[in-house]
């Protein structure tokens, strides 16, 4: 009996171009996964940001910012990782800046993207952590459907198997970058065997991770970024099997992939997080904006256009968020009505409240008698929350 005769016939087939060219503009199928992962997790995170009360459209200003960050963590990863290809005897450095070659990591994406996002985060006044958690659920599904990118350009496989979902793998082609090596009849040429698909492992534990965080998030309505976090376990932990069964060529430190390494020590650092950080959801309110029509009954303050007022539509956005307790969103959907500051930051004179030894008749009083009144406290305790984060 040989390993032949064990093979399945079934198999999971590979595409064969992974590059489409409208014109002289190149269409690659890689980018194109990237960016409906990008989108589905914008939607995604949207979503979860108008249920804790943020204002429609602020995914978009925050990534403005996450996205291209995200890109030149990704790349900066892969040339730090994988140097030789770069500088060095053999290589070009020009290269670096050569993306549409391939070479991004996802461990610089996340970085990269969380700084761009805690930027846009201070620009609109909404707690970073509040943003985290929102995207926790969307990012494992945007990094599903950007593995099938891998899948077009025939990488990132595993070992040989007889399984039955056994991957076709075909021969790149170097000198037409994006096609499959053809014979002289035309025809593909396969790799032989079939592979273990590891960019289907990923993606459907990914798929995984997203469906565990909307259920726990769901069941103990986790804060402080603690969403996030539980996020990163899950991927690490997922990561740290499949990249052992990879069989492309990588950088190693003590005979292991690095990015096990990697997968691993992230894992540990989001495990202490989640353990030691502690506090409830954070909801959001917003400064800065005309008194709020009530929302409509059953809806929810995303429902609320912020962009209205009673003269027609006028464009208004939040100065900032104030964070609430859940049952002061709650009251804030349902009526419309602005909680009180804490009393600590509200303890302000009024002319309806004068001071306890005043006399019950005014009398004029000269100039340094009479305290003055702190006119940037609004009625409806208007102040932008602090916005680091």
């Not at 290589?91 to 050569?98: A, C, E, P, Q, S």
């Not at 069989?247 to 691993?264: F, K, S």
């Not at 900032?320 to 930051?345: L, W």
């Amino acid at each position: 009996m040989t390993l032949a005769s064990l093979s399945p016939q079934a198999a999971l087939p590979s595409p064969t171009t992974a590059v489409w060219h409208l014109g002289p503009a190149p269409i690659r199928a890689y980018a194109l996964c990237i960016i409906l992962g990008i989108v589905l997790a914008c939607w995604v995170t949207e979503r979860r940001l108008r249920q804790r009360g943020v204002a429609p459209g602020a995914v978009l200003d925050i990534a403005v910012w996450a996205v291209p960050a995200g890109i030149v963590g990704a790349r900066i990863y892969h040339v730090i990782t994988s140097p030789e290809k770069y500088f060095g005897t053999g290589g070009d450095w020009l290269k670096v800046f050569y993306i549409h070659e391939g070479g991004l990591g996802i461990w610089g994406a996340v970085a990269g993207g969380a700084v761009g996002a805690w930027i846009a985060a201070r620009q609109l006044g909404i707690p970073f952590a509040v943003v985290a958690d929102a995207l926790a659920p969307g990012l494992p599904l945007a990094q599903a459907v950007g593995r099938f990118g891998n899948w077009f350009n025939n990488e990132l496989y595993g070992g040989r198997t007889t399984l039955p979902w056994g991957l076709e793998i075909h021969r790149m082609d170097p000198a037409n970058p994006g096609q499959a090596q053809r014979d002289p009849a035309g025809q593909a040429v396969l790799e032989p065997g079939l592979y273990h698909p590891t960019f289907l492992y990923e993606a459907l534990w990914n798929v995984g991770v997203a469906a565990l965080v909307f259920a726990l998030d769901r069941r103990f309505k986790l804060g402080k970024g603690r969403a996030f976090a539980l996020y990163v376990m899950g991927y690490t932990a997922g990561r740290f099997w499949i990249e052992l069964m990879r069989t492309d060529e990588a950088n190693q430190i003590l005979g292991v992939r690095l990015n096990v390494w990697t997968a691993a020590v992230v894992f540990l650092g989001a495990l202490i997080y989640f353990l030691r950080v502690r506090g409830p959801r954070e909801y959001l309110i917003p400064v800065g904006v005309p008194a709020a029509a009530v929302p409509p009954a059953g809806g929810d303050v995303s429902q609320v256009d912020l962009s209205r007022t009673e003269n027609g539509p006028r464009a208004v956005a939040p100065e900032g968020y104030r964070t609430v307790s859940e049952e002061q969103f709650e009251a804030y959907r349902e009526t419309g009505e602005v909680p009180d500051e804490p009393a600590a930051a509200t303890t302000t004179e009024t002319d309806d409240e004068p001071p306890a030894d005043a006399d019950d008749e005014a009398e004029p009083v000269g100039d340094g008698d009479v305290p003055e009144r702190d006119d940037r406290a609004g009625a409806a305790g208007a102040r932008p929350a602090d916005r680091d984060s």
